[in-house]
């Protein structure tokens, strides 16, 4: 088995990537959790939201290897962000991390699919209904 799975994911970046999409829920939760206490930010989840973002979009097409192993971390420190004991996220309630966990997951299926090569779920739904779109 080669890593990563695909040296450049579904063989065209700009592709509607469901990693995309986890961003995006992720960035809301981190946008409405960042807004309320002066001096506390959810630096972690921010920044590996923009590690994943960056490493997938533009490192990844061109270094295989780097571009996935940098995505895969930059969800890693998002995880570790969201679950600090005591940290930015305790403060809020449960349902913002609940929308930052659902951004995770997203992005992570999208992300192991196309490192590992393995069966996600959501690339599984895709897979059932992308050829009934217009």
């Known amino acids: ?21 986890g961003v995006l829920v992720l960035a809301v939760a981190i946008l409405v959790v960042a807004d309320d206490y ?23 097409p061109f ?5 996935a192993l940098l995505t ?10 969201i679950l600090w004991p005591g940290g930015m996220w305790s403060g809020y309630p449960l349902v ?6 659902l ?7 999208d992300a192991v699919s196309h490192a590992f090569g393995v069966w996600t779920p959501l ?3 895709w897979g059932q209904v992308y050829h009934l779109l217009p």
């Open 103 to 109: 951004g995770l997951y997203i992005a992570a299926d």
């Open 38 to 60: 002066a001096r506390r930010e959810p630096l972690l989840a921010l920044t590996g939201t923009l590690l994943a973002l960056f490493a997938f979009a533009t490192v990844w």
């Open 123 to 125: 690339d599984a739904g």
């Open 1 to 21: 088995m080669t890593f990563p799975a695909e040296s450049v994911p579904d063989g065209v970046i700009g592709a509607p990537h469901h990693l995309y999409i």
């Open 63 to 67: 270094y295989h290897v780097t571009g």
């Open 96 to 101: 913002w991390r609940a929308v930052a966990f």
């Open 72 to 81: 895969l971390a930059g969800l890693l420190v998002v995880l570790i962000g």
